[in-house]
């Protein structure tokens, strides 16, 4: 199976410190792809980082891949507890021209005010 | 600008009970459609992924059906529903870009 695996399960940090999670997967990829999703809501995309790249940022979000290791971590610098969320990897297998994402189980994180 | 809509929000059904959940996309053509199912604090299991109008392809056998009539519109299905087929399901679509858009799910119990 592609499927990423996160870790750790749950995570519980308070306001403005910062929340490391950490993806691991199986295969090959071409990219892996971070998202998020808030209680009973559908997933929002957050980052996606090609297998070319090691790092990449998008405003407190902070992406490494190390392909070697077939792992990624996403960093949340300074957070929020608006950031309370699950997070998923997901990682891209490419047939008959969908772009078909595997998603790992996810990290629940809480940030407590 | 593109939204997907998904319905409805929750569902409550008998064991072998017919389903039908309904996903259509605007502001797009052409999308790749998808039909996630994820367990209770789990992950997301790919179910079904279709690239144009009548062309479906299945990841996991199951109790599942799913057509896509018109370009935008994905329909997930079952003739009779198990227990096993509670969960939240989640439709989403992607373009030339890589990335998923999801709608925002819907819970089904079957009781």
């Known amino acids: 199976s592609q499927q990423g695996e996160e870790d750790p399960q749950a995570l519980s940090i308070q306001e403005g410190e910062n929340a490391t999670m950490n993806c691991s997967y199986k295969?090959?990829?071409?990219?892996l792809q971070w998202y998020r999703q808030n209680s009973g809501r559908g997933l929002v995309h957050l980052i996606l980082?090609?297998?070319?790249?090691r790092e990449k940022h998008s405003g407190r979000l902070r992406v490494t891949l190390d392909t070697s290791k077939k792992s990624s971590s996403l960093l949340i610098t300074a957070s929020r507890a608006a950031d309370t969320a699950s997070y998923f990897c997901?990682?891209?297998?490419?047939?008959?021209?969908?772009?078909?994402?595997?998603f790992g189980t996810g990290t629940r994180l809480t940030v407590i005010p | 600008s593109q939204t997907i809509h998904q319905w409805p929000a929750t569902l409550v059904q008998p064991v072998g009970s017919p389903l039908s959940l309904e996903c259509t996309v605007e502001?797009?053509?052409?999308?790749?459609l998808y039909w996630y199912r994820q367990a209770a604090g789990r992950g997301l299991q790919l179910l079904f992924y279709?690239?144009?109008?009548?062309?479906i392809s299945s990841e996991v056998p199951q109790n599942l059906s799913a057509s896509r009539p018109q370009d935008r519109q994905f329909i997930l299905s079952s003739k009779k529903l198990l227990l096993s087929d509670s969960g939240f399901y989640l439709c989403?679509?992607?373009?030339?870009?890589?990335?998923?858009?999801f709608g925002s799910g819907t819970q089904l119990s079957v009781l």
């Open positions: 295969t090959s990829i071409n990219n």
């Open positions: 502001g797009t053509s052409n999308p790749n």
């Open positions: 980082i090609r297998s070319n790249e």
């Open positions: 997901a990682t891209v297998a490419y047939k008959t021209g969908a772009n078909n994402l595997f």
């Open positions: 989403a679509w992607s373009g030339t870009a890589e990335k998923l858009f």
């Open positions: 279709s690239i144009g109008i009548d062309q």
